[in-house]
């Protein structure tokens, strides 16, 4: 696999602000980076400041712009301080990217094991703070004539998983939100998609790792031969989806998973 | 259609019983035996304990579960976070605990759990966004569902009906429209009682029983999936 050079579009987001969700670490991590070698101011929202400020920190190593708040995406006062913090710092917001996820969301469940609790706890994530997040966020992405709001999604959202039923519901949920706000926030020009990826993420590498065979077995499901990359791959495309390249797209549910998901 | 055929109707909320009581009409007139469960609001949680003692060992449920705060037309931005939760997540959470109510009384017999709600949730409907979030959840607890009951021998199916065939809370909704529906070739608008009872029936079929995870667009051809 050839290395991606982000030396090529360096400018390809400059000046643009965008917030990523759950970016403290993991896919979000890769995803910020993505964006800030793109040229893009990045606010760094993660639930404990010491993982923000890792990435930020990454950001700044690597020569970008980067700004880390703590946040618990699922509280409405919390997301709105987001969203005035990064206006405030860096003048408007051009990019919203809801990655965060509940910690349960791995988890597997029989349906008759879930209780309130748990399912508050990953609702309250994946769709408390979508709603939350579109609100607060709504103003800017309106004004900046170029918004753009993207959630990271599932496969299991796309074809369901038997695993975690909440986890399954909430992603299918999320498709339902991105194609309904498309519709409703197409008049202003703000683009709003989902993506779906098949990342290697560390939780991923060890699995895989764990069981030589058990990897190769998995590799077989995935045309390109491999997980995806945080950065170069699952970050390469919300870069993509953010820029004015795909800026006719919107309300789909991208798989970006090295073509796992085929049956759209 | 089996002769035989024990049906459970179980909803919530106004568009519960805009779309239960005309299946329960239809399924009637194929002659099943019909029990009918409608909560007024979707928190006081339809009763499936009185549906066994009335009719117990159902081969098919039909649920339709929506809160009436997801049917208030109103933008995202204007919407509050409690207005919210009630439509979407609430809503979500209710239609997990049905099916776990149900699971005792369905899972292992043969039985047939089918979802019916509209089919605007497939393409999205603006000033719609929590009912658009709440129904795609519900699809996909479907698709779970239908994996995690699939070895146990119960098929769980999501109907996508047309909107406008399942209540008058739809008529000036801000619907996105195809504008080759082919519905007139299909002998006009469905009706439930006439068109989609007989779906309902023949998903309870053994023939039927070979479909599950799926959705089943009955909207006269307007919105063909890939």
């Given at each position: 696999m050839t290395p991606m050079d982000w030396t090529r579009t360096p400018d390809l987001l400059k000046d643009r602000v965008a917030i990523v969700t759950g970016a403290g670490g993991g896919i979000g991590r890769g995803l910020a980076e993505a964006l800030a070698l793109s040229g893009a101011h990045v606010v760094i929202a993660a639930r404990r400041a010491a993982t923000g400020e890792e990435t930020a920190a990454l950001i700044h190593a690597a020569g970008g712009s980067a700004l880390a708040v703590e946040t618990d995406v699922a509280d409405p006062a919390a997301v709105q301080q987001l969203v005035d913090a990064t206006v405030g710092q860096f003048g408007g917001l051009?990019?919203?990217?809801?990655?965060?996820?509940?910690?349960?969301?791995?988890?597997?469940?029989?349906?008759?094991?879930?209780?309130?609790?748990?399912?508050?706890?990953?609702?309250?994530?994946?769709?408390?703070?979508?709603?939350?997040?579109?609100?607060?966020?709504?103003?800017?992405?309106?004004?900046?004539?170029?918004?753009?709001?993207?959630?990271?999604?599932?496969?299991?959202?796309?074809?369901?998983?038997?695993?975690?039923?909440?986890?399954?519901?909430?992603?299918?949920?999320?498709?339902?939100?991105?194609?309904?706000?498309?519709?409703?926030?197409?008049?202003?020009?703000?683009?709003?998609?989902?993506?779906?990826?098949?990342?290697?993420?560390?939780?991923?590498?060890v699995y895989l790792e764990s069981d030589p065979a058990r990897s190769a077995a998995a590799m077989k499901s995935?045309?390109?031969?491999?997980?995806?990359?945080?950065?170069?791959?699952?970050?390469?495309?919300?870069?993509?989806?953010?820029?004015?390249?795909?800026?006719?797209?919107?309300?789909?549910?991208?798989?970006?998973?090295?073509?796992y998901y085929t049956a759209l | 259609m089996r002769a035989d055929l024990r049906v459970w109707l179980i909803g919530a909320g106004s568009l519960g019983a805009d779309v239960l009581q005309p299946l329960a009409d239809g399924l009637t007139e194929l002659g099943a035996d019909i029990a009918l469960e409608i909560a007024l609001k979707v928190a006081e949680r339809p009763s499936v304990d009185r549906l066994a003692a009335e009719l117990p060992a159902p081969d098919l449920a039909v649920l339709c579960l929506v809160p009436d705060a997801a049917l208030a037309r109103q933008p995202l931005a204007e919407q509050s976070f409690e207005t919210w939760k009630e439509a979407a997540q609430d809503g979500l959470f209710e239609t997990i605990r049905l099916f776990q109510a149900l699971e005792p009384h369905l899972v292992d017999r043969g039985g047939a759990v089918v979802m019916i709600g509209p089919s605007l949730s497939l393409v999205g409907c603006p000033e719609l966004v929590a009912l658009t979030t709440l129904l795609e959840g519900q699809r996909g607890l479907v698709k779970s569902l239908a994996r995690q009951w699939g070895a146990r021998n119960t098929t769980v199916n999501w109907i996508a009906a047309a909107p406008r065939a399942l209540s008058a809370a739809f008529a000036d909704a801000p619907l996105a429209a195809k504008p080759d529906a082919v519905s007139v070739a299909l002998g006009g608008p469905l009706d439930l009682q006439r068109d989609i009872a007989p779906v309902l029936a023949f998903l309870a079929t053994p023939a039927g029983r070979k479909l599950t995870g799926q959705t089943l667009t009955l909207d006269g051809g307007e919105w063909m999936t890939p």
């Open positions: 051009d990019i919203v990217v809801h990655n965060a996820s509940s910690g349960l969301s791995g988890k597997a469940f029989k349906l008759a094991e879930i209780n309130a609790a748990d399912y508050a706890e990953q609702a309250g994530v994946a769709l408390g703070a979508a709603f939350l997040l579109a609100r607060s966020s709504f103003p800017h992405l309106r004004d900046t004539g170029r918004g753009r709001f993207i959630v990271l999604n599932s496969s299991q959202g796309l074809h369901g998983g038997a695993m975690n039923p909440v986890y399954t519901a909430t992603k299918s949920a999320q498709r339902g939100f991105v194609k309904a706000l498309a519709r409703e926030w197409g008049p202003y020009d703000i683009v709003v998609n989902a993506v779906a990826p098949a990342a290697l993420t560390d939780a991923a590498k995935f045309p390109l031969g491999r997980m995806g990359d945080m950065c170069d791959d699952i970050g390469a495309a919300v870069v993509a989806l953010s820029s004015d390249y795909w800026r006719y797209v919107t309300g789909l549910t991208v798989p970006v998973d090295g073509g | -």
